[in-house]
């Protein structure tokens, strides 16, 4: 039976095992791009995955790949367990652990025994050619092999075939030595940007294995003992569906995302989120798989199957990121498809006009005029864009797997590119700039006179709040329940019963009837005739016109006062946009608010950074908005709540939404969350965003500029075989590590 793929907007993600360097990713690319009804194909070394669109034969295109000499594994939505030791050791480690490179090693070292002889004057020269010839057929021909496939299969020359035929052209030209130099360097260099790439991965591979494999589920006993305790069942956590229980001793990483059914403890979300302090846990709190319990013990219910868990989510997202080229990446890829064969030309024409058309030697003997031939030879491999191709990937995922370890997803390298690049942040106030949570500030009665401070103690006040909280218990609105809160905290909530016949009027209050009285809480448009008959009416107009929220209290028809809420300013935002001046004091940052001007402006005036304020606005007009200032001042970032904001959130260049650990929908509507809810990670992932454009600039810089000098050494004569092999892989590994800065604390605000 043949096994088909259909379906455009569903591409096939497989994982490619056997890539050594970034030009293995080029030719398994156009390999398959050549494959019947294969309409686009990505293939991202750093990553090791491969997405292909179109009604392909799933099984040419797998067989193809192992044609070239490489391995499909898992799909890409399951990452692998792995983990690569660092240091010397590791490295040593993660080389002899591949079986190509194991003939190298041994043999490497017996060249080097057999040259330390020669050197000793042991008349070790006939030991030492047998060994040299010997590392050419061993080593060179897996890598000659690859270079064939890559022609016939891919019709590209691949760096491998450039090595080849190096090595072929120097024992040719009497140069045995450096061409088994040039195939043991390669190969090295090879492994050792492998392993670079491998420690890479690790970083994405960390965000799985931060949730435990089991979890302890409670099953009731099988008596009918109501009293009897439950029984322990040890359960791997795949097996864990919603509804179950799971108990989480103190100190242990919680195994599943549930709400705490019992208990209260502290608890270290700082893996999802990047907040570096425990927060506090009870009862009908949310809790997510891979966090930290503290101190206490908790009963959880499962919410979610194990593969929608959130810590699933964030590494299949950032996954997906990763294998997804940014602009910058697919420039250098179409550069890197032209750049090899001029090269190629370039040497043929090096080796071949000096002595047709010059007189030039053909042939040479050694430095400084090794022959015209020889130079061809070091421009061959030169030829190897493997540098310049891998140091934009390599950087773009180490900082989004960076920024997603600091609690920031970024959906790919594109947006990471974007954000670099927004001229003019535009912010929703309720939920971004503001908690979202209301609360009680101040209270207003006519028995009283503390002119709307807080007045805990004061006791027409007090039974002011109360009899407000016995109607506002029957509303879901933020406003009545910051009421009924504010109550409890003062002990009031059971001075007057729960009101009887509660009517909802939308968007102005609420009422109930309370022993035979008609209780109204509201704005002053639902009391407004009884507003006047209130003493304090223009002070109630004065709060209201200074964007002081509040709710009148009519007993009977009788105005008992009023009660003053507010949403609070969240404690990170003027920070965060002072640190976003510092990043850029070119920055603009304008508020995109439903609510009242006035409120607007008095949160404005509270942070003292927004150049614009636009305040009223239906979630149309916010869309409207953005594509405004999308024009006005170039690109825009939209920062919202993620659901509310979703129609302005998708038409901004870049949309960041709040809250993702708590909000799925969030995380799959914007282009960056932060995880954690804190407007603060804002200024972390525009720092690192605009450090990693640096860096990809020095990578492509440093990649060209070794080149170039490469060129400059190697046309006059001064460069050998194996100094070029050098350059190749010094540049490449240089420009890796590079990259790999970005996974390195201490690189944000």
């Avoid at 490295?91 to 190298?104: E, T």
Wanted: glycine content about 10%; aromatic content about 4%.
């Amino acid at each position: 039976m043949v096994a088909s793929h259909k379906g455009r907007d569903a591409p096939l993600r497989l994982r490619i095992g056997g890539m050594d360097c970034a030009d293995c990713a080029l030719t398994i690319e156009r390999a398959i791009a050549q494959l019947d009804a294969v309409e686009t194909v990505s293939v991202n070394f750093t990553t090791e995955t491969l997405e292909a669109w179109g009604e392909f034969d799933r099984d040419a295109l797998v067989a193809r790949i192992n044609e070239l000499g490489y391995s499909t594994g898992a799909s890409i939505d399951k990452p692998r367990h792995a983990n690569t030791s660092r240091g010397v050791q590791g490295f040593l480690a993660f080389l002899w652990r591949r079986p190509g490179n194991r003939a190298a090693i041994v043999l490497g070292v017996a060249l080097l025994a057999g040259l330390g002889l020669e050197l000793a004057g042991r008349g070790a020269a006939t030991l030492t050619a047998i060994l040299q010839l010997a590392t050419i057929a061993v080593v060179g021909m897996p890598i000659g092999i690859r270079g064939l496939r890559s022609l016939l299969l891919a019709r590209r020359i691949a760096i491998d075939l450039l090595i080849a035929v190096a090595a072929i052209g120097a024992v040719a030209i009497g140069a045995t030595g450096e061409a088994a130099a040039v195939v043991l360097l390669y190969t090295l260099g090879e492994a050792l940007e492998a392993y670079c790439a491998e420690r890479s991965r690790d970083s994405l591979r960390g965000l799985l294995r931060l949730r435990p494999e089991q979890a302890i589920r409670l099953r009731r006993a099988e008596t009918t003992d109501t009293g009897a305790p439950d029984r322990l069942e040890p359960v791997a956590v795949t097996d864990l569906v919603p509804g179950d229980h799971i108990l989480i001793r103190p100190g242990e990483r919680i195994p599943a995302d549930g709400w705490v059914a019992e208990g209260r403890s502290s608890v270290d979300e700082s893996a999802l989120t990047g907040e570096a302090l425990p927060v506090e846990r009870a009862t009908g709190s949310e809790v997510f798989a891979g966090t930290i319990n503290g101190e206490g013990t908790l009963r959880v219910e499962v919410s979610r199957l194990a593969d929608d868990f959130t810590i699933a989510q964030i590494a299949r997202l950032v996954g997906e990121a990763q294998a997804r080229k940014s602009a910058a990446e697919r420039h250098v890829d179409r550069f890197a498809q032209w750049y090899t064969p001029a090269v190629v030309v370039v040497a043929l024409a090096v080796a071949s006009i000096p002595p047709l058309f010059f007189g030039q030697p053909f042939l040479g003997t050694a430095l400084p005029d090794p022959g015209w031939a020889y130079r061809g030879l070091a421009l061959l491999i030169v030829a190897c864009p493997c540098a310049l191709v891998i140091s934009i990937p390599v950087t773009v995922v180490s900082a989004l797997t960076r920024l997603a370890n600091l609690g920031v997803l970024v959906k790919g390298g594109a947006l990471l590119q974007e954000l670099a690049q927004v001229r003019v942040f535009a912010f929703d106030k309720t939920g971004t700039l503001t908690r979202g949570q209301p609360i009680v500030t101040g209270t207003r009665s006519p028995e009283c006179a503390h002119d709307g401070a807080a007045s805990n103690g004061c006791e027409p006040c007090d039974d002011l709040v109360a009899l407000a909280a016995a109607v506002a218990a029957g509303s879901e609105h933020p406003y009545a329940k910051a009421v009924v809160a504010d109550a409890m905290s003062r002990s009031l909530a059971d001075r007057y019963p729960v009101a009887e016949s509660i009517t909802a009027h939308t968007g102005r209050g609420v009422s109930g009837q309370l022993a035979g009285r008609e209780i109204t809480v509201g704005n002053v448009a639902l009391l407004k005739a009884a507003t006047a008959a209130t003493a304090n009416a223009a002070a109630l107009a004065q709060d209201s016109a200074e964007g002081r929220s509040l709710m009148l209290v009519s007993d009977a028809g009788r105005i008992k006062g009023c009660i003053y809420v507010e949403d609070e300013l969240h404690p990170a935002t003027r920070g965060t946009l002072e640190k976003l001046r510092e990043l850029d004091p070119g920055y603009r940052f304008v508020m995109l608010t439903g609510d009242r001007r006035s409120v607007a402006e008095r949160v404005a005036a509270a942070v003292g950074q927004f150049d614009d304020i636009r305040a009223e606005l239906l979630p149309d007009q916010k869309l409207e908005a953005v594509r405004e200032l999308e024009q006005q001042s170039g690109k825009a970032a939209m920062v919202g709540d993620g659901i509310n904001d979703a129609p302005a959130l998708a038409a901004a260049r870049l949309g960041i939404a709040m809250g993702g650990a708590g909000s799925h929908h969030a995380m799959e509507v914007a282009d960056i969350v932060l995880m954690g809810d804190d407007l603060a990670q804002l200024p972390t992932a525009v720092a690192i965003s605009r450090k990693t454009q640096r860096v990809i600039t020095e990578n492509i810089m440093l990649s060209l500029g070794l080149k170039l000098a490469f060129l400059a050494l190697a046309i006059p004569g001064f460069a050998t075989l194996w100094m070029a092999v050098l350059a190749d892989v010094g540049a490449t590994v240089l420009v890796t590590l590079n990259g790999m800065r970005m996974l390195r604390a201490g690189d944000h605000p």
